[in-house]
C-alpha cells in the first residue's frame, strides 16, 4: 500500500473540505448523508495520521487538532481548541506569529522550523507544513512533526564534527587525505596545518596535486607501495619513512587507513605521520654517547657504580666484576645495608649523603674481603644528579702493601730504600738514613743543622697535638708522603717517607676519568629524559600528552585504590578555538592553547597531572582531592580566566567548557569509565553554554 504524503493529505483534506462546503449549501437529505460520508472520510485521514496535525483559522485560533498533536504536547484536545498558535509558539513572537500566517495566507503554502512549549513547560522543536485553504472561510491546514531528537542528533554530530575538526586543526602530528583517482592515482584532497608547517610546503603546493607533486623519491615508491597494500588488504598500514622537505629532513611514523563506498570501492585514503625527527636526533645522540660510554668502560680496570642517596645500587659498569663485591645480579636494587655490615654500610651510604648536600667529589680508602682476599680500594664519588651520585673505586691493594713494607723497615731505617728522618722539637735533624741523602739532595739536610721548615712544621703539629700526622711533598718531578710520628716523651719526631709519585699520576688520571665518566654518565640521563619527554609530553603546550597521561593516571588510579584515596577527573574543551583560528589565524589558536595550558600551571599544584589530550581538549587529575577540594580549585581556575579575559591587549578572550568526575575507592570506576563520564559531563555544559541556560556556576563542578 502506498504511503500517502503530506501533501497527499492536504489535498484530500481540501478537496473533503469544498465537498463538505458545497453540501452545506446546498442541504436536502441525500446531501446529509453524503456530508456524513465526507466528514467521516475527513476525520479517518485527521486522527490516523502520524505527525500532528491541526486547521486554524486566519486569526490564529485552533479550529481543530488530531490525537498525535495533543500527545505532543501534552494538552488535551478541548484545551487546544481554547488557545492560539502564539499560546504554544516557543520562538515567535504574537505579532511574528500574525506575520507569518499573512505570508502563508499570501503564498497559500510554507515549511518552516520552530519550538513549541508543551503543557509541563519544555521545549520541543518542530518542523512544519503550512496550507492555506478557502474552504470553510479560509482555513490553515498544519502538519508538524517533532524533530527533538533529530536536533539533538544534528548538534550532536555538529560538536562531534567540531571537535574533529578542532583536532585536525590543532593535533601535532601531520594529516592528509588522498582521492583515489579511477586510473589508480593519488591525489591530496587536503591536509591539516600541522603538514605545511612541518614540511614548508604552501597549501597551494599540495591540495590538488598528485602524490608525485609533493612526496619526493626515495619516499615515494614506499608510500606508493603501502597504498596499494592498504586498498588491497582493506586495512591500516604502518611504516617509516625519511623524506626531504623545505624544513629539512623529517623522519616520521606513517599510518594509511583506506575508506570504501558502498560498492566497495577505495575512494580516499586518510593518513598521518608522527614527527619523530627530533626523538630520532636524541636516540642517534644517545646511540654515540653509549658507544662512548662502552669504549671508556672498556678502557677501565676500576669499579664504576651508580648509588643514589638512599644507598641503591642503580647501575654497575661492565669494567671489572671480579673486582665486585658481589656479582652485579646480586647488587642490582640492593640497599648498602643489604650488603655491607651495619658500620661499613653506615659510612659509605653517609659518604654518598655528603657528597649529595655539597656538591663537591669525595675521595675515601677502604678495605674489603673478596673472594677471601683483603683487597683496598681507592674510591672518588662524585654528584650524578639530585639524588644519584657516581661511585669509581680503583684498586690500591699494591700500594697498601707497599706501604706496609714500607712501615715494616723502618724498625731498620738504614735499610730502607725511602727516606726516614728524626727532627727534635727546636727543629734540628737528628737523623737521616743513607736513602733521604740520596733521594733529597736539594734540601741540603745534614745532621745537627735546623732542618728544613718543610720538614719541621709538621714535626712541630705532631708534638704539639701528640697525633700522627702525614703530609705530601713534591721534590724535583717526584711526590714524597711523610708519615711523621710524634715520639713527645723523647722530644722528637721521626718521618717515614715514601715516593708516592706514580700513586699519585694513577689518583689524578683516576679523577680525570671519573670526571669525564660522570659527565658522559650525566649527558646519557639527560638524553634519555629528553627522548622520555618526546613521547610522553605534547609539543605545543609541554604538558603531557595523552600517552603521559594514561601512564600516570593509571599509577595513580592503583594509588588510589590501594590508599583508599578520593581523586576527581576534569575534561576540559577550549570554547570557540575554531573560531580563532578561522579569524585570527592557526598562530593565534596555538597562542591559545598555549594560554589555557599556562592557567592551568598557575592554577593547579604540582602533584596534580596536567594534560592536553589532544586538539582543544584538556585533562587535568586532581589528585588527593574529593568535589569540596574541587570547587576550590575551579574558583582558582574562574579568578584566573577572569584576569586574563580582563587583559585590553588580548586579541580573543578564554572560555571553558568542563566536566568533572569523582573516583570513588569504596566504588571504584575504571579510568576509561571516569573519562566517559567527564566527557559527557563537559559536553553536556558546553550545550548549555550554547543555549544560554546555563545552570552551573563556573566555580563549582559542572
Not at 85 to 113: C, N
Not at 489 to 507: C, V
Request: charge should be negative.
Amino acid at each position: 500500500m502506498k504511503r500517502e504524503t503530506k501533501a497527499d493529505l492536504v489535498q484530500e483534506i481540501e478537496r473533503l473540505h469544498g465537498r463538505i462546503a458545497k453540501l452545506e449549501a446546498t442541504g436536502g437529505a441525500r446531501d446529509k448523508g453524503e456530508k456524513m460520508v465526507g466528514e467521516g472520510q475527513y476525520r479517518a485521514i485527521f486522527q490516523t495520521s502520524l505527525d500532528g496535525f491541526w486547521i486554524n483559522d486566519t486569526d490564529g485560533r485552533f479550529v481543530d487538532v488530531n490525537d498525535a498533536y495533543c500527545r505532543m504536547t501534552g494538552y488535551r484536545r478541548e484545551e487546544l481548541l481554547r488557545m492560539r498558535i502564539s499560546d504554544v509558539e516557543a520562538v515567535e513572537k504574537p505579532e511574528e506569529t500574525a506575520r507569518h500566517m499573512r505570508r502563508v495566507l499570501e503564498q497559500g503554502y510554507d515549511r518552516f522550523e520552530t519550538r513549541h512549549r508543551r503543557k509541563d513547560g519544555a521545549i520541543i522543536e518542530i518542523e512544519a507544513s503550512a496550507s492555506y485553504s478557502d474552504a470553510r472561510g479560509g482555513q490553515c491546514v498544519v502538519f508538524l512533526r517533532d524533530i527533538t531528537e533529530r536536533k539533538r542528533a544534528q548538534e550532536g554530530l555538529r560538536e562531534s564534527e567540531r571537535r574533529l575538526f578542532s583536532i585536525y586543526d590543532t593535533v601535532a602530528d601531520l594529516i592528509f587525505n588522498l582521492a583515489v583517482e579511477e586510473d589508480g592515482h593519488y591525489r591530496f584532497a587536503s591536509a591539516n596545518p600541522a603538514f605545511y608547517r612541518v614540511t614548508g610546503l604552501p597549501e597551494e603546493a599540495v591540495v590538488g596535486k598528485r602524490v608525485e607533486e609533493v612526496i619526493p623519491e626515495p619516499s615515494l615508491s614506499m608510500a606508493l607501495g603501502k597504498y596499494q597494500q592498504a586498498i588491497e588488504e582493506k586495512a591500516i598500514v604502518r611504516w617509516k619513512e625519511i623524506s626531504n622537505y623545505p624544513t629539512g629532513r623529517l623522519t616520521g611514523e606513517v599510518s594509511i587507513a583506506p575508506v570504501f563506498d558502498d560498492q566497495g570501492h577505495c575512494t580516499h585514503l586518510v593518513g598521518s605521520v608522527h614527527d619523530v625527527t627530533e626523538r630520532e636526533k636524541v636516540e642517534e645522540k644517545l646511540a654515540a654517547s653509549e658507544a662512548e660510554l662502552r669504549a671508556m668502560f672498556a678502557s677501565m680496570q676500576d669499579v664504576v657504580l651508580v648509588i643514589d642517596n638512599n644507598g641503591v645500587y642503580r647501575k654497575i659498569a661492565p669494567t671489572n666484576p671480579s673486582r665486585l663485591y658481589r656479582p652485579p645480579a646480586e647488587l642490582l636494587g640492593k640497599t648498602l645495608a643489604d650488603v655491607f655490615p651495619v658500620k661499613q654500610a653506615e659510612a659509605f651510604l653517609g659518604t654518598v649523603r655528603q657528597v649529595l648536600k655539597t656538591g663537591q667529589t669525595d675521595h675515601i680508602e677502604y678495605e674489603l674481603l673478596i673472594n677471601d682476599r683483603s683487597l683496598w680500594f681507592s674510591a672518588f664519588i662524585t654528584p650524578m644528579t639530585a639524588d644519584s651520585t657516581v661511585w669509581v673505586a680503583h684498586d690500591i691493594t699494591e700500594r697498601k702493601r707497599a706501604e706496609e713494607e714500607r712501615q715494616s723497615l723502618a724498625k731498620f731505617p738504614s735499610e730502607n730504600p725511602y727516606p726516614v728522618l728524626r727532627i727534635a722539637q727546636d727543629g734540628t735533624l737528628l737523623y737521616i738514613n743513607e736513602a733521604g741523602l740520596e733521594l733529597l739532595p736539594d734540601w741540603h739536610l745534614a745532621i745537627g743543622r735546623a732542618a728544613s721548615p718543610l720538614l719541621s712544621a709538621p714535626a712541630f703539629q705532631a708534638l704539639d697535638s701528640g697525633l700522627l700526622q702525614v703530609l705530601d711533598l713534591v721534590h724535583g718531578t717526584r711526590v714524597y708522603s711523610f708519615s711523621v710520628a710524634p715520639i713527645v716523651a723523647a722530644g722528637y719526631a721521626n718521618l717515614y717517607g715514601g715516593d708516592i709519585t706514580e700513586r699519585k699520576r694513577a689518583e689524578e688520571q683516576l679523577r680525570e676519568k671519573t670526571a669525564a665518566l660522570t659527565a658522559e654518565i650525566a649527558e646519557r640521563e639527560r638524553l634519555q629524559d629528553e627522548l622520555r619527554a618526546l613521547s610522553l609530553q605534547d609539543e605545543l603546550t609541554g604538558l603531557y600528552n595523552r600517552r603521559g597521561f594514561m601512564i600516570l593516571a593509571a599509577q595513580h588510579w592503583r594509588l588510589a585504590l590501594r590508599v583508599h584515596e578520593a581523586f576527581v577527573l576534569l575534561y576540559m574543551d577550549v570554547d570557540a578555538l575554531k573560531h580563532i583560528n578561522d579569524t585570527l589565524g592557526h598562530a593565534q589558536g596555538d597562542q591559545a592553547l598555549r594560554d589555557v595550558a599556562r592557567l592551568l600551571g598557575q592554577t593547579f599544584r604540582q602533584s596534580d597531572i596536567l594534560v592536553r589530550i589532544g586538539g582543544d581538549e584538556f585533562v587535568v587529575l586532581l589528585a588527593e582531592c574529593d568535589l569540596v577540594c574541587c570547587r576550590h580549585a575551579m574558583a582558582r581556575l574562574k579568578k584566573a580566566l577572569d584576569q586574563a579575559n580582563g587583559r585590553p591587549s588580548g586579541p580573543y578572550a578564554l572560555s571553558l567548557s568542563i566536566g568533572a568526575a569523582c573516583f570513588d575507592p569504596d566504588n571504584p570506576a575504571s579510568l576509561g569509565d571516569l573519562l566517559k563520564q567527564a566527557d559527557a559531563e563537559m559536553y553536556a555544559h558546553k550545550q548549555r553554554l550554547h543555549r544560554g541556560q546555563d545552570d552551573v556556576r563556573q566555580d563549582e563542578p559542572p
